[in-house]
């Protein structure tokens, strides 16, 4: 079992920066895959950012390539997205996410086995 709590959410103007953090609980880090998710009002859960195991492999989705930076530290059991130049349509509510991998990094959510509860992200105007 592994347990993840976000960190970071808040509200910020456009333009600014946000770091988001997820901790997670257990002895066997390093053997997961990370990903963060978002969930706007009306819209279906996406992938934003996934990092493999040893955090040598990233992925991005295209609408914040360039903006959203993920990376994690293994010896303190956490991974971090930060997050620049944030957009109005980044408002959402964040999810990280662990997967069981040594494997590529997968953007699908039926890929993902541990979830945590979210932080709101709100971009203003």
């Known amino acids: 079992q592994v347990q993840l709590v976000e960190s970071g959410g808040g509200l910020v103007q456009a333009g600014g920066s946000l770091r988001l953090s997820c901790a997670a609980s257990g002895r066997t880090f390093s053997s997961y895959a990370m990903g963060w998710f978002r969930q706007a009002p009306g819209k279906e859960r996406e992938f934003v950012a996934g990092?493999?195991?040893?955090?040598?492999?990233?992925e991005y989705a295209d609408s914040v390539k360039g903006r959203f930076t993920i990376s994690r530290g293994n010896a303190k059991n956490t991974v971090y997205l930060q997050m620049n130049s944030l957009k109005p349509e980044d408002t959402a509510v964040y999810y990280c996410?662990?997967?069981?991998?040594?494997?590529?990094?997968?953007?699908?959510?039926?890929?993902?086995?541990?979830w945590g509860q979210g932080t709101q992200v709100t971009v203003s105007s």
């Open positions: 990092i493999n195991w040893s955090g040598g492999n990233t």
């Open positions: 996410a662990a997967r069981r991998s040594f494997g590529a990094v997968v953007g699908g959510l039926a890929d993902y086995d541990y």
